[in-house]
Structures are given as C-alpha cells and as structure tokens.
C-alpha cells in the first residue's frame, strides 16, 4: 500500500514505491542507502543522515537527458509538464504495450497516461521481466496529445535493450518518462497527477513523489 494514503484527504491516492532500505533498482545502480549521522541518543542536537541512492531510484522521472546527449536536464523540464489532467489504464499483460490498447480511449487524451501493467505495490527484487512500451504505442499516444507517459514498471523499455528504442520514441515526440509508480490502487479513470521530482538541476532523472487527485481538482 502507498506509504501515507491513510493520511491524504479523501479521494486523493499515493502513488509513490516506499523507499526502504537497499530498495531494488536497476542492475548496476546504485541501492538506496541511509547512512546514520547526528544522533541524539550520543549527546547531539539533532537526529540526521545521509543518502545515497541512484537518480533511478523507486517512484522517478527520467530527463531527457538520460537518454538525448543535446537533449534538455532536469532542471531545464518545466514543472508544469508533471502537473494537470491524466488518465489510468490498466493494459492486459504481455510483453510490451501496443498501439491497440488506445482503440477504446478518448481521442484526444488527457496530457499524461499512466499505465498499470500488474506490478506489485513493493519490489523484493528488482524485476527481470515486465512489460514495456512498443515504440509504435509511444507515437500514437503522441498523435491523440499525450505529453507525459508513466508506468509501474522501472523502464519504459525492457532490461535488456541497448537500443532503448521507447526511449527513443519519446525523444522523438516530446513525451516525458515517469517511471516506477504504484498503480495497484488505482482504478481505470480521469485523474489530476501531482509529480514532484526533486528540484534536482543538471541531472539525468530523480526520484518522485507522485499523487492522483481527483479529476478536475486543479485547473
């Protein structure tokens, strides 16, 4: 379950990973670590810490840059893009998601679709086989005037690609990348998506706090 859904208001839905320590990510970045600092208990003032993570980590938003060498950083995507009117599919289980899943949706789409492929609301272990975007799917969401695509998976491509080819597609189309949200309690329908990634400039993604707010709550 969402870490703190009981303490939102009614309606308003969590749709962030808990971090935990040593939370899986991708294979060669960096786990999660929260190293002790300060400790009231040994005589200090406070209680505080360090952190050390990947810019991947759980709940997150990949700049372009991550995967466009001239491509715009962090701190060049305006904060708007994350914000605003989207919609939750929930798409039927196989390898990649494919243009067809669009055929009963509105043409146009809300600005931002978030996709609920059936991962779990935490993560074990890093998962080895999900479902990723087929680039095909990527440029018709474009065509119906999508702008952001997020997922509950940890990549919009699958593990062992080289050629990150959905990454590509968004590149090509102006669609941002939020990936590794918690979906399992949302349902099919019209929300507004709060994102907030961390006010990180020269970077290559963050990590994310994600929040579904009924349709129409904010302009």
Request: glycine letters at 8%; one cysteine or more; a negative charge.
């Amino acid at each position: 379950m969402p870490a703190s859904s009981s303490h939102l208001p009614e309606g308003f839905l969590d749709i962030s990973r808990v971090l935990t320590p040593a939370h899986p990510n991708w294979p060669g970045d960096a786990p999660l670590q929260v190293h002790p600092g300060a400790r009231i208990a040994q005589g200090d003032s406070v209680n505080s810490g360090r952190i050390d993570t990947s810019t991947h980590t759980g709940t997150h938003v990949d700049a372009p840059w991550h995967y466009g060498d001239a491509a715009p950083k962090l701190g060049d995507v305006p904060l708007s893009r994350y914000l605003g009117a989207c919609r939750v599919v929930h798409v039927p289980p196989g390898k990649f998601v494919t243009p067809d899943v669009l055929d009963d949706l509105p043409n146009p789409l809300p600005p931002r679709l978030l996709l609920f492929t059936g991962q779990p609301a935490q993560w074990q272990i890093f998962p080895q086989d999900f479902t990723a975007l087929d680039p095909d799917f990527v440029r018709a969401a474009a065509r119906r005037g999508v702008q952001l695509i997020g997922t509950d998976a940890p990549s919009v491509d699958p593990l062992t690609s080289k050629t990150l080819d959905a990454h590509q597609a968004c590149l090509a189309t102006d669609i941002l990348i939020l990936e590794g949200l918690n979906l399992t309690l949302a349902a099919p329908g019209d929300y507004t998506l709060i994102c907030l990634p961390l006010p990180l400039t020269d970077v290559d993604g963050a990590p994310a706090r994600a929040i579904l707010l009924p349709a129409g709550t904010l302009p």
